[in-house]
């Protein structure tokens, strides 16, 4: 496969991670460890049928067990920051900032063997950050203490994904496939945390399962696979460039669904993670 077809095939994920605020928002209450764990194990039978249709099962027993430790922790790690901070602060605000991780892996890719960092990279940042900051404020009206949590978990989310895309490049020999390891591992970790920390909350609608089976099928299923191909074999400061279409579109969706309310501080925020994103690639593609 080339480079620019797997490119393209992982931007197939970032169009899916669209909807993830979204079905998160549907699924509730269900609480975020018992949602980490049903939607893995659908993410994770997903796995399993990409593994039986491309025949890698083979190529899956000899992937070192570090591997899939690493891949199940990122994962779990990440998906448990970002369902619960969508608890904990309003969707669109905490997606946002979440968000950021498309800008810290043009960043990060700037420290991999044979990359530079450069001002550029800098300057984006200052601009993604500051889109987060503008959140955060409520646009310069004070800090909301109501939902400071929320935000912080969703910030720590952004490095977690960014560090799991960007060290997967080190990977690269594991297949594709190996991801329904991860998301099976990380559905078995979430269970008994769940039964310990939390209290079982089902959906009580058709609207809540639909959201969680929308969760495992597309932007906790298919999408990791799409963009473990990305990130392997493709471009992947350009697939971070792209990536930043995903805040955009998440909030649209949101919008659009009538969970978030159109208003100047979210379009600014948008606009300033996105441009800080889009210098940050500038200054790649010019040291290539």
């Known amino acids: 496969m080339n480079r620019a077809k797997a490119t393209g095939i992982g931007f197939i994920a970032v169009l899916l991670w669209a909807l993830l605020a979204l079905f998160t928002v549907g699924s509730a209450p269900t609480p975020p460890l018992l949602l980490n764990t049903l939607s893995f194990g659908i993410g994770g039978i997903v796995g399993l049928v990409w593994a039986w249709i491309t025949g890698s099962f083979d190529e899956m027993r000899k992937v070192p067990f570090k591997v899939y430790i ?3 922790l990122g994962l779990f790690a990440y998906h448990l920051l970002y369902f619960s901070a969508l608890r904990l602060a309003p969707a669109a605000e905490a ?6 991780w498309p800008l810290l892996i043009v960043v990060f890719s700037g420290l991999l063997p044979s990359e530079q960092l450069r001002s550029g990279h800098v300057i984006g940042a200052l601009l993604g950050f500051g889109g987060a900051a503008l959140i955060i404020t409520g646009g ?4 909301s203490g109501d939902y400071i949590m929320g935000y912080l978990l969703a910030l720590l989310a952004a490095f977690t994904w960014a560090g799991y895309s960007v060290l997967s490049r080190l990977v690269g020999t594991a297949p594709t496939a190996s991801v329904a390891v991860f998301c099976l591992a990380t559905a078995a970790l979430s269970l008994p945390l769940h039964l310990i920390f939390e209290d079982t909350v089902l959906p ?6 639909a959201s969680i089976a929308g969760l495992g099928l597309g932007p906790v299923g298919f999408a990791f696979y799409v963009w473990d191909i990305g990130c392997k074999q493709g471009d992947i400061q350009l697939l971070g460039t792209s990536s930043y279409a995903a805040p955009l579109l998440s ?3 949101l919008i659009i669904a ?14 300033l993670v996105a441009g800080g994103a889009l210098i940050a690639a500038r200054a790649s593609f010019s040291s290539n």
Request: a neutral charge; hydrophobic letters at 60%.
């Open 204 to 209: 009580s609608t058709a609207l809540g399962w």
């Open 70 to 72: 690493f891949g199940a």
């Open 258 to 271: 009538g969970v978030a309310t159109p208003s100047l501080t979210l379009l600014w925020a948008a606009l």
């Open 140 to 143: 310069g009206t004070g800090l």
């Open 251 to 253: 909030t649209l969706a």
């Open 95 to 100: 997606g946002l900032i979440a968000y950021l």
